[in-house]
């Protein structure tokens, strides 16, 4: 041993005592090892993508907010004509009471049935937990269009609204809290798992009730995730456009109104200025969760015991009446869009038949749509994967250029902040100007496939980080030390134990590029519309059933890839993760 530590201590002597203008020599060739050109060449290509993808049209956006229709700046003018109108002064106000009710509601909810899970011993757990998954698979104008059948004019259950009509606030609410709970119950479940059973045992020793327990153990541990929740489900519902379009009536929200705006009125100045304003709500919501990530602390470490709930029938019983009722109004809702799908003709002829997926009957787009879509969500799936991983690696594991990949972690985020109307608004002002070499693009695929995957980008991003955080430190420091290039570490190492990661980030770029609409609805031409658009299309037209047929067939695609996954991803662990098991 100390003979080793001598030799190396003589090399660095040596080293130490050569010219200078050696020294430099050595440094100049370390800094152009393969390894670190391959790196910079990955960290300017993913920083040119952002700069081209993410900034350029959100400063184009910018600068139309404050021209003219003939692009003249004309300052904050814009802005003192729209909070001059009444009409979009309500809208705002709308947004902002449609947002709080369905947050209040969904995290009351999406708390009671997280808890239900995580903390009782209820049977069929493991079907609570798929069924309250499920509305993620939808689109979100599948559960409008089965409120529609169900509350509608001619809805089979209308008379419970008691007169009240789900054409506006009322219908808003109900579809989106049906599409934002899952989103909220992952966050909270995840929270839920983590606690330390010793406090609950201190509890006990100290004969504090189970009530009281709740309010200063289990509520003070999960309040983070809580919040964090209720964040994510407020962005969600201010920014969505699905649901509102569709069964939102005369009740105009902000995303409605960007939408009327540029297609309806050809206002695009004014539909830049709605767009900024929808980006505020956002970016408050953006980062009050950054501030909230940044408080949040781990409150499970290596000493921590798991929380295993023990059997209580009074508890147990009311949290599966509870979880019950819940997935009966999913899957309520979820049947009556395949039911009205099936119907021949509502409410006249309700003889069932496949008629409604004849969709060339109804559409001189057929089952193009569909398949458009199918296309995005493969290319999204492959490239974004391949783009957001390799850009995660980079940045995590990357062994120079420390600033630059300081600054691609903070462009990283950008995309989440962004709401997706905003974001299409803003690749029609970048892309679709003729001095811009990029305008090629617009109105093909590939502009949808780049705007969906800068769309979906920072969550995918963050998976991709917690899993290569999870990489023991020895495996970057052995490489490095022996001098193995790090493309072979990448191949031979990161990839295989990162494959359930890397799954799982390609299924969830696959489904959102099949959901989604507010991203995409102003870019798509004739031979690319996606099928989620052909959804909103047809509905227009007075086409409900058509509409729900092929809404019910982007929910199957993306249950059958998310089926696909979960058998793949068990075969898989067997080779790749055998490392983890003791």
Not at 229 to 246: E, N, R, Y
Not at 363 to 380: D, E, H, I, Q, R
Not at 510 to 517: E, L
């Amino acid at each position: 041993m100390d003979t080793g530590m001598n030799t190396m201590t003589d090399a660095r002597t040596m080293d130490s005592r050569r010219p200078p203008s050696q020294q430099r020599l050595t440094m100049l060739k370390s800094a152009l090892s393969k390894d670190n050109i391959t790196l910079a060449t990955i960290l300017i290509f993913i920083m040119v993508i952002m700069g081209l993808f993410v900034l350029g049209p959100l400063v184009a956006m910018l600068q139309k907010s404050v021209q003219n229709s003939q692009g003249d700046f004309v300052g904050l003018a814009n802005f003192a004509e729209y909070f001059a109108s009444p009409a979009l002064w309500l809208s705002l106000k709308n947004t902002v009471f449609i947002g709080s009710v369905v947050t209040v509601i969904v995290g009351v909810l999406a708390f009671g049935y997280a808890y239900a899970i995580t903390r009782s011993c209820m049977p069929f757990k493991g079907l609570f937990s798929i069924l309250g998954a499920a509305p993620i698979l939808a689109p979100s104008l599948l559960p409008a269009i089965s409120l529609i059948y169900l509350f509608g004019n001619q809805g089979i259950a209308k008379d419970l609204l008691m007169g009240h009509s789900v054409y506006g606030p009322i219908g808003i609410a109900l579809g989106l809290i049906f599409w934002t709970f899952p989103h909220a119950v992952m966050i909270l479940t995840t929270s839920l798992k983590t606690s330390d059973a010793r406090l609950y045992e201190a509890a006990r020793a100290l004969n504090t009730s189970s009530f009281k327990t709740f309010f200063i153990v289990t509520l003070p541990a999960a309040k983070y995730g809580l919040i964090s929740a209720l964040i994510v489900v407020f962005t969600l519902v201010v920014c969505d456009f699905g649901v509102p379009k569709v069964i939102g009536g005369s009740y105009n929200v902000l995303a409605t109104d960007i939408f009327k705006q540029v297609v309806g009125q050809q206002n695009f100045s004014m539909g830049a200025v709605t767009s900024v304003i929808l980006l505020l709500p956002a970016l408050l919501a953006f980062f009050a969760d950054r501030w909230v990530k940044k408080k949040q602390q781990g409150l499970f470490d290596s000493r921590s015991v798991a929380y295993v709930p023990a059997p209580n029938k009074l508890r147990d019983g009311i949290c599966f009446v509870f979880c019950s009722l819940i997935c009966l109004a999913i899957l309520a809702l979820i049947g009556m869009a395949v039911y009205g799908s099936l119907v021949t003709f509502w409410p006249w002829n309700q003889t069932l038949s496949l008629n409604n997926y004849n969709f060339a009957q109804f559409s001189t787009y057929g089952w193009a749509p569909y398949f458009n879509s199918l296309k995005l969500a493969a290319w999204v799936a492959v490239v974004g994967t391949i783009i957001i991983f390799i850009g995660a690696y980079s940045i995590e594991k990357g062994r120079s250029f420390g600033p630059l990949r300081n600054l691609l972690q903070m462009f990283a985020i950008i995309p989440m902040a962004v709401p997706g109307m905003v974001l299409g608004l803003g690749y029609i002002f970048f892309f679709n100007d003729q001095a811009n070499p990029l305008s090629v693009l617009y109105g093909t695929m590939a502009i949808l496939v780049i705007n969906t995957v800068i769309h979906y980008y920072t969550v995918g991003h963050m998976t991709a980080l917690t899993a290569l955080k999870q990489l023991p430190a020895e495996v970057e420091a052995i490489s490095a030390s022996i001098k193995m290039p790090q493309y072979k570490v990448f191949f031979k190492v990161t990839v295989p134990v990162c494959m359930p990661a890397i799954l799982e980030i390609a299924v969830y770029m696959f489904v959102n590029a099949m959901t989604t609409t507010s991203a995409i609805v102003f870019l798509y031409a004739s031979n690319t519309m996606p099928a989620s658009v052909s959804v909103l299309n047809m509905d227009d037209a007075g086409q409900t059933g058509p509409a729900a047929a092929m809404a019910v067939m982007i929910l199957l695609t993306a249950a059958g890839v998310k089926l696909f996954h979960v058998g793949t991803s068990q075969v898989i662990d067997r080779y790749t993760q055998a490392w983890r098991q003791r």
